[in-house]
Protein backbone atom coordinates (compact mmCIF):
# COMPACT_ATOMS: atom_id res chain seq x y z
CA UNK A 1 0.00 0.00 0.00
CA UNK A 2 1.25 3.46 -0.83
CA UNK A 3 2.07 5.78 2.30
CA UNK A 4 -0.74 8.81 2.16
CA UNK A 5 -1.91 10.32 5.10
CA UNK A 6 -5.47 9.42 6.33
CA UNK A 7 -7.99 12.09 6.79
CA UNK A 8 -10.99 11.01 8.61
CA UNK A 9 -14.27 12.80 10.00
CA UNK A 10 -14.26 12.28 13.82
CA UNK A 11 -17.25 9.84 14.24
CA UNK A 12 -18.17 11.94 17.97
CA UNK A 13 -18.08 15.63 16.65
CA UNK A 14 -17.70 15.34 12.96
CA UNK A 15 -13.99 17.17 12.35
CA UNK A 16 -11.44 16.53 10.09
CA UNK A 17 -8.62 15.12 11.83
CA UNK A 18 -5.25 14.27 9.92
CA UNK A 19 -4.17 10.64 11.62
CA UNK A 20 -0.63 10.44 9.69
CA UNK A 21 0.35 8.22 7.32
CA UNK A 22 -0.73 4.42 7.27
CA UNK A 23 -2.61 5.12 10.42
CA UNK A 24 -5.03 2.43 12.05
CA UNK A 25 -5.89 1.39 15.35
CA UNK A 26 -7.17 3.47 17.79
CA UNK A 27 -6.98 7.25 18.14
CA UNK A 28 -8.12 9.96 20.05
CA UNK A 29 -10.01 13.33 18.32
CA UNK A 30 -7.68 16.29 18.84
CA UNK A 31 -10.91 18.40 19.30
CA UNK A 32 -13.44 16.72 21.09
CA UNK A 33 -10.78 14.26 23.02
CA UNK A 34 -13.18 11.45 22.42
CA UNK A 35 -11.56 8.34 21.37
CA UNK A 36 -12.03 5.91 18.25
CA UNK A 37 -11.24 2.99 16.06
CA UNK A 38 -9.68 3.56 12.79
CA UNK A 39 -8.54 0.73 10.39
CA UNK A 40 -6.41 1.45 7.15
CA UNK A 41 -5.69 -2.24 6.80
CA UNK A 42 -8.67 -3.44 4.90
CA UNK A 43 -7.80 -2.99 1.27
CA UNK A 44 -9.75 -0.83 -1.01
CA UNK A 45 -10.71 -2.64 -4.26
CA UNK A 46 -7.89 -0.91 -6.12
CA UNK A 47 -5.53 -1.63 -3.84
CA UNK A 48 -7.17 -5.28 -4.81
CA UNK A 49 -6.47 -5.03 -8.46
CA UNK A 50 -2.91 -4.11 -7.76
CA UNK A 51 -2.19 -6.80 -6.28
CA UNK A 52 -0.26 -9.63 -8.33
CA UNK A 53 -2.19 -12.32 -5.75
CA UNK A 54 -5.99 -11.21 -7.28
CA UNK A 55 -4.84 -11.80 -11.31
CA UNK A 56 -3.18 -15.70 -10.19
CA UNK A 57 -6.96 -16.11 -8.26
CA UNK A 58 -8.99 -14.77 -11.24
CA UNK A 59 -6.48 -16.32 -14.10
CA UNK A 60 -5.22 -19.03 -12.83
CA UNK A 61 -8.14 -21.69 -13.13
CA UNK A 62 -8.95 -20.05 -16.37
CA UNK A 63 -5.80 -20.89 -17.56
CA UNK A 64 -5.76 -24.45 -15.97
CA UNK A 65 -8.95 -24.69 -17.81
CA UNK A 66 -7.37 -23.88 -21.14
CA UNK A 67 -4.56 -26.26 -21.02
CA UNK A 68 -6.88 -28.76 -20.02
CA UNK A 69 -8.40 -28.46 -23.29
CA UNK A 70 -5.85 -27.89 -25.41
CA UNK A 71 -3.99 -31.18 -24.02
CA UNK A 72 -7.12 -32.77 -24.47
CA UNK A 73 -6.88 -31.74 -28.25
CA UNK A 74 -3.63 -32.59 -28.55
CA UNK A 75 -3.92 -36.04 -27.33
CA UNK A 76 -7.57 -36.95 -27.80
CA UNK A 77 -8.27 -34.68 -31.32
CA UNK A 78 -11.64 -33.38 -31.63
CA UNK A 79 -13.04 -37.12 -31.29
CA UNK A 80 -15.40 -38.23 -28.35
CA UNK A 81 -12.27 -38.82 -26.28
CA UNK A 82 -12.09 -34.98 -26.31
CA UNK A 83 -15.47 -34.90 -24.60
CA UNK A 84 -14.03 -36.26 -21.64
CA UNK A 85 -11.10 -33.63 -21.54
CA UNK A 86 -13.42 -30.95 -22.09
CA UNK A 87 -15.54 -32.25 -18.96
CA UNK A 88 -12.35 -32.53 -16.93
CA UNK A 89 -11.91 -28.63 -18.01
CA UNK A 90 -15.56 -27.74 -17.61
CA UNK A 91 -15.18 -29.10 -13.79
CA UNK A 92 -12.19 -27.50 -13.07
CA UNK A 93 -12.32 -23.63 -13.52
CA UNK A 94 -15.24 -23.41 -10.76
CA UNK A 95 -13.93 -26.28 -8.94
CA UNK A 96 -9.95 -24.13 -8.89
CA UNK A 97 -11.57 -21.14 -8.60
CA UNK A 98 -13.32 -22.14 -5.70
CA UNK A 99 -10.58 -23.89 -4.12
CA UNK A 100 -8.59 -20.52 -4.48
CA UNK A 101 -11.10 -18.88 -3.89
CA UNK A 102 -11.41 -20.35 -0.16
CA UNK A 103 -7.80 -20.92 0.82
CA UNK A 104 -7.48 -16.93 0.64
CA UNK A 105 -9.97 -17.17 2.80
CA UNK A 106 -8.36 -19.03 5.33
CA UNK A 107 -5.04 -17.84 4.88
CA UNK A 108 -5.91 -14.14 4.86
CA UNK A 109 -4.91 -13.41 1.76
CA UNK A 110 -7.52 -11.03 0.51
CA UNK A 111 -6.72 -10.34 -3.13
CA UNK A 112 -6.26 -14.06 -3.90
CA UNK A 113 -9.91 -14.39 -2.26
CA UNK A 114 -11.57 -11.62 -4.53
CA UNK A 115 -9.57 -13.38 -7.64
CA UNK A 116 -10.73 -16.91 -6.60
CA UNK A 117 -14.32 -15.73 -6.89
CA UNK A 118 -14.16 -13.13 -9.35
CA UNK A 119 -12.89 -16.64 -11.65
CA UNK A 120 -15.71 -18.47 -10.15
CA UNK A 121 -18.26 -15.88 -11.03
CA UNK A 122 -16.78 -15.35 -14.65
CA UNK A 123 -16.75 -19.35 -15.04
CA UNK A 124 -20.66 -19.85 -13.60
CA UNK A 125 -21.44 -17.10 -16.41
CA UNK A 126 -19.98 -18.83 -19.11
CA UNK A 127 -21.63 -21.55 -18.34
CA UNK A 128 -24.94 -20.03 -18.17
CA UNK A 129 -23.85 -17.97 -21.51
CA UNK A 130 -23.08 -21.78 -22.79
CA UNK A 131 -26.05 -23.77 -21.93
CA UNK A 132 -28.48 -20.33 -23.08
CA UNK A 133 -26.68 -21.25 -26.72
CA UNK A 134 -26.95 -24.83 -26.40
CA UNK A 135 -30.78 -24.24 -25.49
CA UNK A 136 -31.59 -21.49 -28.21
CA UNK A 137 -29.70 -23.94 -30.87
CA UNK A 138 -31.86 -26.85 -29.87
CA UNK A 139 -35.09 -25.51 -29.88
ZN1 LIG B 1 -14.00 14.58 17.65
Known amino acids: MAD ?7 PHCGGRINLGTN ?6 CPLCNEQFEWNSDAPSFLDI ?3 M ?10 LLACSVIVLGL ?3 GD ?13 LWPVVSLAIGLYGYVAARVPLMFGG ?3 LAVSIGFYLLFWAVVAVSNL
Open 23 to 28: ASGAFD
Open 53 to 62: GFWIGALAPF
Open 79 to 91: GWGFLAWALVSVV
Open 4 to 10: VEVEVDC
Open 74 to 76: MIA
Open 49 to 51: LFE
Open 117 to 119: LVS
